[in-house]
């Protein structure tokens, strides 16, 4: 009792709150939660708990306590920096799947319907929505936020909270997942982006044949048509390059803070 209580001191308090700076710069730039109206008292006791729970069994590793306000404010910058590098490392997994519903958006031709993204809360065209609604759902199917969690708590465990880091490290990382996050994209839609060009060489060569027909009116609704059974088709198969994507988050946490470790 008595090691509990020196360890739950003024140095794992401070260490709490440094911990829960970093938490919360991560979760805002993480679309999960914006899926659920959450209240943002419960986002606070949310990342206060997920805080408490983590920094405890760091709190021998922990640094000494700030002796100023100043050394205490520019250390929560520093773990508010790791947050959104760590949280920006997920807004882009995410940013694959907005990739790929604004293709098929622009291949169907929904890209001028706009509905109300509660993910975003921000006007999206229809496949933009849904698929970032799926892109959620898939996220908790696949354990991606026990991943998330685990990820925090490896990242306490590299980069010591109120140790510092060096923003030099994550840059690569970052850039590389940035790189394959388009690929990946593309990959999500890919078969129905090929099958409504290929619908497209069709609806040329009928309009070069049969210059009386109207393929403005005829078009629309047989692309329409098209590509919504092509998504369909291809939606059972979505889940590999989906969870590529997901995988590429924690691959870049762990280069880049395998890479942060070591310095």
Aim: one cysteine or more.
């Amino acid at each position: 009792m008595a090691h509990l209580a020196a360890m739950l001191g003024e140095p794992w308090i401070a260490g709490v709150l440094l911990l829960a700076t970093r938490i919360a710069a991560l979760l805002l730039l993480t679309p999960v939660l914006y899926a659920i109206p959450v209240p943002t008292i419960a986002r606070l006791l949310i990342t206060v708990g997920l805080a408490c729970v983590i920094a405890l069994p760091f709190a021998d590793q922990m640094a000494a306590a700030p002796d100023s306000i100043g050394g205490l404010v520019y250390a929560a910058l520093q773990e508010a920096a790791i947050g959104a590098t760590l949280g920006f490392g997920v807004l882009m997994a995410f940013a694959g799947f907005a990739l790929a519903g604004r293709l098929a958006d622009i291949q169907i031709g929904f890209g001028v319907a706009q509905v109300f993204d509660p993910l975003t809360r921000t006007q999206q065209p229809i496949l933009s929505a849904i698929i970032g609604l799926f892109a959620v759902v898939f996220f908790f199917a696949i354990n991606g936020h026990h991943a998330l969690l685990r990820g925090i708590a490896f990242s306490v465990e590299r980069m010591p909270i109120g140790s510092g880091w060096s923003a030099a490290s994550a840059a690569e990382p970052i850039t590389r997942q940035a790189a394959v996050l388009f690929g990946l994209g593309f990959a999500l839609a890919g078969p129905v982006v090929l099958s409504l060009l290929l619908l497209d060489f069709a609806l040329g060569v009928v309009s070069r044949n049969l210059p009386q027909m109207n393929m403005l009116v005829l078009g629309i609704p047989v692309k329409i048509v098209a590509g919504l059974v092509a998504l369909s088709a291809w939606a059972a198969a979505m889940g590999a390059p989906a969870a590529r994507l997901y995988a590429g988050i924690f691959q870049a946490w762990s280069a880049w803070m395998t890479t942060a470790g070591t310095r």
